[in-house]
């Protein structure tokens, strides 16, 4: 079984910043792809950022040049620093992971951490 355990989220102004980091309770870290996701009051849990197993990263349109993922897998974590956040990127903000080398391990979610971006 493996816990993710995210932190970092809370209330922002317009402009602002905010580092997530989600912790993995996991054996083999590296050999999981990790994720952030959101998901807006009435709106469907979509992609953030990725960060693979192989470190090759995706982000989504709506966050390339604000957002930066990253992994650091001694400690087991990955991070999200948000940047120039706007109301639009309120949201809980969910940790994913997904083992990459063993494809009938099933995806893992952590509680998830609100993020507000209001003035």
């Known amino acids: 079984q493996v816990h993710l355990e995210e932190s970092g989220g809370g209330l922002v102004q317009p402009g602002g910043s905010l580092r997530l980091s989600c912790v993995a309770s996991?054996?083999?870290?590296?050999?999981?792809?990790m994720a952030w996701y959101r998901q807006a009051p009435g709106k469907q849990r979509e992609l953030v950022a990725a960060v693979g197993s192989n470190t090759n990263i995706n982000y989504a349109d709506f966050v390339k040049g604000r957002f930066t993922i990253s992994r650091d897998n001694g400690k087991k974590t990955v991070y999200l620093q948000m940047n120039r956040l706007s109301p639009e990127d309120t949201a809980v903000y969910y940790c994913?992971?997904?083992?990459?080398?063993?494809?009938?391990?099933?995806?893992?979610w952590g509680q998830g951490t609100q993020v507000t971006v209001s003035s």
């Open positions: 996991v054996t083999v870290f590296i050999a999981y792809d």
């Open positions: 994913h992971a997904k083992n990459s080398l063993i494809a009938s391990r099933p995806d893992y």
